[in-house]
């Protein structure tokens, strides 16, 4: 790796030396404050430099692109792993959490996601997976305090252990049938008369587990509720967004880099469109655990930006991508909300302890409703015209079967997401006293809902920047 790379690496640099420093560091200094404040500049500055930092390649050692579109998702998850750890500072002090790993290890994690997201070979797609699944294995279960989380550490563990396989001998798979690492040079050496070699099949089957596994697509979503449920609220907050974001990113950046050969596998794929939206929706009318009710919601979600995959277009990628940053962003804030109200690892999780809050906390409550409204395609939110986007795209790739059906699960999301509001509404003079928020808490909150509202009254801003940046 020579000069020019690493000046184009400088972001992921930041982030990976910034994530040491604060582990060694925190072996010896305990305080949380300055640890996580130190970790939230080093997010920051790493979002700077790739903003203001122009790349002088084009690529880096031959695995990873340094161009708008990488450099896009490097500055979202940056901002996104600061977002995280703004909240997690009470929850660090309260839980007596080791600052130090905890803060290196937001960072790694948001390190994998800007690599993923910016992969040019398979073994690129591989590295950037692996590193930010192995910081949320930790993650997962840092709260030795509590057994819910050691038991949803263990099962991320399990079946990020049997994605991982599926994904590295997928990759095998692949390189054995086009004898290239690089995406460009492997897709094209996959296919012969436009169609799919036997064996470049099978590699991309075995990758399409693998991914299904990461971004919770029917059936290899079943680990998500347990998960979402016992994993501490901050940590889910990441992995809800960032760990699909990123996933979705790098489709979108594989199909937008030439012709994937996945035209064979595209019956499959609407399938497991359908069934991943038809039966998140379904399974989401049935919970009564908030945490688990937005695990099903996420679930919905990715069978959603499925459809705008399967489009194959220039729309649909364009409207997928603005369906990644505007899905985060609702989500994040969700389970930002959830924390805030959170006093020494008491939350509300049932649907019966969110009975009357809205009333006992006015501000939260509406910021809640506003986020769940974009979670469920409501206008004026952004989530509104991230729907429409992806649908109307599958409606002019003549996908109007698909479209429907993505449309009637969406149609049934409102019941989920409703049930909360009402329930959020409902005259409780019991209703139990909660965590007021810390200031930086409130702010998580105002961003993310200021995001979801600003993108809907105006999403050409997103659009417009995401034409641009689009490979």
């Known amino acids: 790796m020579n000069a020019m790379e690493l000046i184009a690496l400088t972001p992921v640099l930041i982030l990976t030396l910034g994530a040491t420093t604060l582990l060694m560091v925190g072996a010896w200094h305990k305080q949380v404050i300055p640890l996580v404040t130190g970790g939230i500049i080093v997010a920051l500055a790493a979002a700077g430099a790739a903003l203001l930092i122009q790349p002088p390649v084009a690529e880096i050692a031959g695995m990873f692109g340094s161009g708008p579109y990488a450099r896009f998702f490097t500055l979202f998850w940056a901002l996104s792993a600061a977002l995280v750890l703004a909240l997690s500072i009470r929850y660090i002090h309260e839980q007596t959490i080791p600052a130090g790993e905890y803060t290196s ?13 910016s992969a040019t070979s398979l ?55 086009s004898g290239s690492f690089h995406l460009p040079e492997a897709l094209h050496g996959l296919q012969t008369g436009g169609a799919l070699r036997p064996w470049g099949l099978l590699g991309w089957g075995m990758l399409l587990v693998a991914i299904g596994f990461k971004i919770s697509l029917v059936p290899f979503h079943l680990w998500t509720p347990d998960v979402y ?39 499959l794929l609407w399938i497991l469109a359908v069934l991943t939206m038809l039966v998140g929706a379904l399974c989401a009318l049935m919970q009564t655990h908030i945490k688990r009710l937005l695990a099903y919601s996420s679930v919905v979600h990715m069978g ?41 690892g008491d939350e509300p999780g049932a649907l019966a302890d969110w009975r009357g809050l809205g009333y006992r906390y006015p501000v939260r409550g509406g910021v809640l409703t506003v986020l769940l409204l974009s979670l469920a395609g409501m206008p004026p939110t952004a989530g509104f015209m991230a729907k429409f986007a992806i649908f109307h795209a599958a409606i002019q790739a003549d996908l109007l079967s698909l479209a429907l059906l993505g449309i009637l699960a969406s149609l049934i999301s409102f019941a989920f997401y409703l049930k909360v509001i ?34 809907g009254v105006v999403p050409g801003l997103l659009f417009d920047l995401i034409g641009r940046i689009l490979p």
């Open 229 to 267: 449920q016992g994993a501490p609220t901050p940590v889910v907050s990441f992995l809800a967004t960032g760990s699909k974001g990123a996933v979705a990113a790098a489709l979108i950046g594989l199909f937008a880099s030439g012709p994937s050969g996945w035209g064979d596998m595209t019956s």
């Open 123 to 177: 073994v690129g797609i591989f590295l950037g997976l692996e590193a930010f699944t192995l910081s949320f294995y930790i993650l997962i279960a840092i709260n030795r305090h509590c057994d819910f989380s050691a038991e949803a550490g263990l099962k991320y563990l399990v079946m990020g252990a049997v994605a991982t396989g599926f994904m590295a001998f997928g990759i095998g798979l692949l390189y054995a049938c």
């Open 105 to 117: 290890l937001v960072l790694f994690a948001a390190t994998g996601m800007a690599l993923l997201s």
């Open 304 to 344: 959603t930006l499925l459809v705008g995959l399967l489009c194959q277009s220039r729309d649909g990628l364009t409207a997928g991508v603005f369906y990644v940053v505007v899905y985060c962003i609702a989500s994040l804030g969700s389970f930002a909300l959830i924390a805030s109200l959170a006093d020494h």
């Open 422 to 455: 009402l329930t959020l509404f409902t005259p409780n003079e019991a209703v139990a006293e909660r965590h007021s928020g810390t200031g930086l808490e409130h702010t998580v909150l105002a961003i993310c809902v200021t995001g979801v509202l600003l993108f």
